[in-house]
């Protein structure tokens, strides 16, 4: 495994020095005519660039969690590098082979004679220097700033069956913490401070509050254990929060990981719906609030067991369900339990990254999941897809901000 791992490292960085080594021909012809101190400058720079790349993706697969806030940032810029680095490639492609296919014509007209080699567009490497700039800036904006740029999304929805009690009731959802990706503590505390001036009546999180291990959420349990609601503040688990992402030395290992996930959501004092069902009562009357673990389509896994949870919940008017896929919502949900009124579902993330301007919404999540963010319905049924908290991978967001979901439950038809 450790051997596999190296294997991969070494070809990956491998990788990287070629890719740079093919961009900085493009920035030696942009500077070629700077002033020497000047191109000597520009050149440390673009290699100090490269090396903290490198490093990164080294410090990334061998530095502990004590690490995590510069794995993060690390990381996520050396994404960012890349993908600006890649662009910059793909234009000197276009570059080199109009070179290759004129200096093959001026081969065949003088058969070999006297031909020269065909000198590097300057106007073209200035274009993709250009054309690095723009993901460079959008997403390196997408971490300093996106990554906690919470917002609040009101929905109200109408429920023929909800009690009189209820209605007015304000449901606040969260989803898709993933606490081993943070690191900035002051910003997420805000975005805590926002959930409790909202002084919701429920609060539902809708699974991953971490990324790979429960020891990432220790930093954050103080924050998070703030949330109260007077209803009570319930959660599920999403895929991960099982560590299946992480290589275990044993079993053992993973076992005791997930009983500290468990203990994690006690410490929280979240109430956690595995597979089961609980009332939510007001004057007397109730509804059900129904919890599934993680069941998600493709290759996602199916640990919840909705037959289970569901079983006794019929006699409720009104069901809520929380389950982490929103894939399970056409899969299952709707198919075979027509009553259930309300699913409140995360996952998707909106990719972290899209375009969201009035009622218009894109993201590339759409072209893997139908329901990928907002308010969905199909007959009398429900299903609000969260766009999450936090973040995973790039650590920041572009255009798909995170989120803090408040439904309003009102009684009647909309």
């Not at 960012?80 to 007209?109: H, M, P, Y």
């Not at 999403?238 to 076992?255: I, L, M, P, Q, V």
Request: hydrophobic share 40%; with cysteine; proline share 4%.
């Amino acid at each position: 495994m450790q051997q596999g791992r190296i294997i991969f490292l070494v070809v990956l960085t491998t990788i990287f020095l070629l890719l740079d080594w093919y961009v900085f021909q493009a920035v030696r012809t942009v500077w070629h005519d700077s002033p020497p101190t000047t191109r000597q400058r520009i050149y440390a720079l673009y290699w100090s660039i490269s090396v903290f790349s490198v490093l990164s993706v080294l410090s990334y697969n061998f530095l502990g969690t004590e690490w995590a806030t510069w794995k993060t940032l690390s990381i996520g810029f050396t994404f960012v590098f890349f993908v600006s680095k890649l662009l910059v490639a793909v234009v000197l492609l276009i570059d080199d082979l109009g070179r290759l296919f004129r200096w093959t014509a001026q081969v065949a007209v003088s058969h070999g004679s006297n031909t020269q080699g065909i000198s590097r567009s300057e106007f073209l490497s200035q274009a993709a220097l250009v054309t690095a700039a723009v993901p460079l800036a959008t997403m390196s904006f997408g971490i300093l700033s996106g990554a906690h740029d919470y917002r609040v999304r009101r929905q109200q929805i109408y429920l023929p069956n909800l009690p009189k009690k209820f209605d007015g009731i304000r449901l606040l959802q969260i989803s898709d913490i993933h606490s081993g990706s943070f690191f900035n503590k002051r910003a997420v505390q805000g975005g805590i401070e926002m959930i409790l001036n909202e002084k919701p009546d429920i609060i539902c999180f809708t699974g991953d509050l971490v990324n790979n291990e429960t020891k990432e959420v220790n930093d954050y349990i103080q924050l998070f254990e703030k949330l109260k609601a007077p209803l009570g503040v319930y959660s599920t688990l999403g895929n991960h929060d099982y560590g299946d992402y992480r290589a275990w030395a044993s079993a053992e290992d993973k076992r005791k990981n997930f009983e500290d996930m468990l203990l994690a959501h006690r410490r929280l004092g979240w109430r956690l719906l595995l597979d089961e069902h609980l009332p939510i009562q007001v004057e007397g009357e109730a509804i059900a609030l129904i919890g599934v673990q993680n069941w998600g389509t493709g290759r996602f896994p199916k640990y919840g067991k909705l037959h289970k949870a569901y079983q006794g919940a019929e006699e409720y008017p009104v069901k809520i369900l929380l389950s982490h896929d929103p894939s399970h919502w056409d899969a299952q949900i709707r198919p075979e339990f027509p009553d259930i009124d309300l699913t409140l579902a995360g996952h998707t993330h909106g990719m972290q990254f899209g375009i969201e301007i009035g009622d218009f919404r894109w993201s590339p999540a759409k072209y893997r999941y139908k329901q990928w963010a907002d308010l969905y319905r199909e007959g009398r049924q429900y299903l609000y897809v969260n766009r999450g908290f936090g973040y995973i991978g790039f650590p920041g967001r572009v255009g798909i901000l995170p989120e803090i979901t408040v439904l309003e439950l009102r009684s009647g038809r909309a």
